[in-house]
């Protein structure tokens, strides 16, 4: 998985995953978009557990793709009832204390 980590004008952390072969894509559906060009979803491939250490603290994650998804699910850090499909792309936000 892809992740990138952002701060907030306040401090917060924003973690950013997302699955390897979405990034660069775009997805509309009706009035929903999901723009994964941009350099907010660019970053660097990680393993599973350098992911679980940076949720360690305190964070909003912002996850896109069926492998985030499942990962995330099974940790237990996004609800499956807040997943948002934009022509068959997942996403979830979460606030992660």
Not at 28 to 45: A, I
Not at 62 to 80: Q, R
């Amino acid at each position: 998985m892809i992740v990138k980590l952002h701060k907030t004008t306040e401090g917060n952390r924003i973690v950013v995953v997302c699955d390897n072969e979405l990034v660069g894509k775009r997805f509309e559906e009706g009035k929903l978009q999901l723009d994964l060009t941009s350099n907010f979803y660019r970053g660097e491939e990680k393993k599973e557990e350098e992911i679980i250490e940076l949720l360690r603290y305190p964070c909003i994650l912002n996850a896109v793709g069926k492998k985030s998804m499942n990962f995330f699910l099974k940790l237990g850090k996004i609800d499956k009832n807040r997943i948002l499909i934009i022509k068959d792309a997942p996403h979830a936000q979460a606030i992660i204390e």
